[in-house]
């Protein structure tokens, strides 16, 4: 089975600063996705960033980044000139490809402060 | 992007009774839905995963005869909560997958629906 750990429950950052969430995972499996995702106060989950494990190059979306490193199994989020609206709680979340299920980790809640 | 709602948004009810919550792909055809429950500043634990046209499959713990899932359209997915308790009272969010998308295991969220059992 696969576990996701997200270490930091909270963290907080300044308005357009720099912040890291952590993620890593563990698996057996080779083939698998890994995904980012924002949940604001409204619930609405939304996805921030995709990184399929087959590429090494790492993905961006604007202000979003990973620093994915697959041997260390980790799956990290950088998200840079922060903005108050990326308050939220952010779940780094495993795919696996055949069985399509996806597993959370606990989250982090996010809070950018003006 | 693909487009998920979930009706109603939030439920009050009795206890004892049952509630029905719908999740609908909109403009895609959702072959697999997945439902999940989530407390207050928790993670999103799944339920069961729904595919259309066939039984669900439900994760450890989750009692399928009270938690009553049926796909019986490639755009519609219903979760009925039989004989509902106060400890029932949670956020349930369902998702589907787009076989179509770019991403084959991305999955759209809905906006939840919020059940609360007196």
């Known amino acids: 089975a696969q576990t996701v750990t997200q270490s930091q429950p909270e963290m907080s950052v300044q308005e357009a600063e720099t912040v890291t969430l952590s993620c890593t995972y563990d698996?057996?499996?080779?083939?698998?996705?890994l995904f980012w995702y924002k949940q604001p106060p409204s619930r609405q989950m939304i996805l921030v960033i995709r990184?399929?494990?087959?590429?090494?190059q790492n993905a961006t979306e604007n202000r979003f980044s990973v620093n994915f490193q697959k041997a260390a199994k980790s799956f990290s989020l950088k998200i840079s000139d922060s903005q108050l609206g990326d308050t939220a709680m952010y779940f780094c979340?495993?795919?696996?490809?055949?069985?399509?299920?996806?597993?959370f980790g606990d989250g982090t809640t996010l809070t950018v402060k003006p | 992007g693909a487009v998920v709602s979930q009706h109603p948004s939030w439920v009050i009810c009795k206890s004892g009774t049952s509630v029905k919550i719908e999740c609908r792909s909109l403009?895609?055809?959702?072959?697999?839905m997945f439902w999940y429950r989530q407390f207050p500043k928790q993670s999103l634990m799944l339920m069961a995963t729904?595919?259309?046209?066939?039984?669900?499959?439900?994760e450890q713990g989750v009692e399928k005869d009270k938690f009553l899932i049926n796909h019986a359209s490639l755009t519609l997915s219903t979760l009925t909560v039989t004989s509902a308790h106060p400890e029932d009272s949670s956020f349930y969010i369902c998702?589907?997958?787009?076989?179509?998308?770019?991403?084959?295991?991305?999955?759209?969220f809905g906006p939840g629906t919020r059940l609360t059992v007196l």
């Open positions: 998702s589907a997958r787009d076989p179509t998308s770019g991403s084959g295991n991305e999955q759209f």
């Open positions: 698996t057996s499996e080779n083939n698998y996705y």
């Open positions: 990184q399929e494990a087959y590429k090494q």
């Open positions: 979340a495993f795919v696996n490809t055949n069985a399509g299920k996806s597993t």
């Open positions: 403009d895609f055809q959702a072959t697999t």
């Open positions: 729904s595919n259309e046209g066939s039984k669900a499959t439900y």
